[in-house]
Each structure stands twice: as structure tokens, then as C-alpha cells.
């Protein structure tokens, strides 16, 4: 993955088909509307509205094919700057835009785009992040982990 800039061809690709995989629940070979939702917050960090919704599913009768994921997924990544990614998330966290991120901020994130994720396991994420157990993690700490993360996805 290319951090300078943008997500090169075939860590996008990669990262586009293991997204469509895990949310295409009883591996159908397309995604619905609800699996669409869920992919892009996974692969774009924000939730579509239901015309860029409608937009992607066109006329397909069922949902969107794993083809036509990887073509859409690919020009909106192509169009993504990879560190004003992370600060756009970084701020979609800081809901009191404070400058840095609490536990109630990732916990408030969560139950918004991964409710299932166990409480515990954010907890533990929180304090793995706040270095200096301050109950806070600086944009430079997110920033950190973001690239890490995106870095060894494919780990």
C-alpha cells in the first residue's frame, strides 16, 4: 500500500474483495442493499445515502455483483487521498471535535457501524492505542494505528 498517496491498484483490489467476502453473508455472489451499507462503511468510512445506494445497485434485480463492487469500489478509492481519509474518520470519531478521541467516542462510533463488536474488545483496543493512559488518543496515535493497519491488511 502506497501511504504517500493513493491506495495502489492491487492492495485496493485485495482489500476490495476481502471487504465483498465478508459482507456477503451465505457467500451469495452479491451484495444487497444492506450488505452494500456495510461494505462501504468498511472499505470508504462513511455510511452511502440511499441515492449512491440506488446509483450502485442500477437495475440489478438482486444486488450488486462482486464485478461491479470491485469496479465501483475501485473509482471511489481512486478519488480518496489516503490521509484525508483517516482525518475525515478521525473526526467522524471526534463528535465534540475535542482534538482527540475518548472511550465514549469509540464506543459511540461503534454502535453506529460495528454493534455486534464485543465492548471488552473496544476496550482493549482504547487502551492498546493511549500509550501514556491518559484516556485519550491523539490524532498522531489514530493516524499511527490507521496506517498500521492499512498496511498489514493483507497480513
Known sequence: MDLSGNIT???SENMIIKVFLE???CQKGYLTRTDLKV??????GYK?????????LGNAKVGLSKEAFISAMKKKLAAVDQDEYIREIFKAFDRQSKGF???DDLHHASSK???R???HTLDKAFQEL???NDGRISFRDFEFMMKFSMDHSDI
Do not use: Q, Y
Request: hydrophobic residues 50%.
Open 9 to 11: 491498484a492491487s492492495c
Open 23 to 25: 459482507c456477503d453473508e
Open 39 to 44: 461494505a462501504m462503511v468498511s472499505l470508504l
Open 48 to 56: 452511502p445515502c440511499k441515492f449512491e445506494v440506488n446509483e450502485l
Open 101 to 103: 478521541l475518548t472511550i
Open 113 to 115: 457501524v460495528a454493534a
Open 117 to 119: 463488536l464485543p465492548a
Open 130 to 132: 493511549d500509550g501514556d
